[in-house]
């Protein structure tokens, strides 16, 4: 149990386009979902925290106009990265959690490249 | 400033030995812990979850919890070379907000 996916696993787009990546929890119902960005041999940093059918909360620093963030139902998150730029390649991974639980599964992560 | 620290590493141990990683977390009104386990270029993975001082057990791995010293430990016993990853210490604190550590790294030497 608990899975968490996310599609797609990797994408390259160009300078200036916007990327959608959906993160789904296919076997419970994530009542908060969660969006990390990881650089490299670097740390996880949390970019958003979503309540389903709420407006995500964003760290200090993560620009909420450039990371659009929807948490429309129990099982699907979707970040859209807009106008994206090269220092935006990352690997984005989502996780989540279900109601009543403090244990949160994370998705496979999908790499993005913007050239 | 909450924290949790973790020895970035590597930490080098023979395979079929003992590797013992540990954190320390600054929140005492941390309640959950977690250890992932992150290969590179993967996404991390739950491995164990504990609640409530002393030891946990599940298979080769032990997770212990010392809520006074504010310290969580992970064993793992006869260590084998796939074991080799990235360890992150995990703590939800008061406001239900999930703090990860940097992160140790484990190379089991062969």
């Known amino acids: 149990g608990a899975v968490v996916s996310q599609h797609p696993s990797w994408v390259i787009c160009k300078s200036g386009t916007s990327v959608k990546i959906e993160c789904r929890s296919l076997d419970f119902q994530a009542t908060t979902m969660f969006w990390y960005r990881q650089f490299p041999k670097q740390s996880l940093m949390l970019m958003a925290t979503s309540n389903e059918g709420s407006k995500a909360t964003y760290e200090q620093g993560v620009e909420k106009d450039k990371f659009l963030i929807n948490h429309a139902s129990l099982t699907l998150s979707t970040l859209t990265v807009t106008s994206a730029h090269p220092e935006d390649s990352s690997f984005y991974i989502c996780?989540?959690?279900?109601?009543?639980?403090?244990?949160?599964?994370f998705g496979p992560g999908t790499r993005l490249t913007v050239t | 400033q909450k924290e949790v620290e973790q020895n970035s590493g590597p930490l080098s141990v023979p395979e079929g030995a003992i590797a013992s990683l540990n954190c320390t977390y600054s929140d005492r009104g941390s309640q959950s812990f977690f250890w992932y386990r992150q290969y590179s270029g993967k996404s991390p993975e739950l491995i164990m979850s504990?609640?409530?001082?002393g030891d946990k057990e599940d298979g080769r791995f032990t997770a212990q919890l010392n809520k006074a010293s504010q310290y969580v430990s992970l064993l793992i016993r006869d260590s084998q070379p796939s074991d080799s990853a990235t360890y992150l210490c995990?703590?939800?604190?008061?406001?239900?907000?999930?703090?990860f550590g940097k992160g140790t790294r484990l190379h089991i030497l062969p």
């Open positions: 995990a703590v939800n604190d008061r406001d239900d907000k999930i703090i």
């Open positions: 504990i609640y409530s001082n």
């Open positions: 996780s989540a959690r279900g109601q009543g639980g403090y244990e949160q599964y």
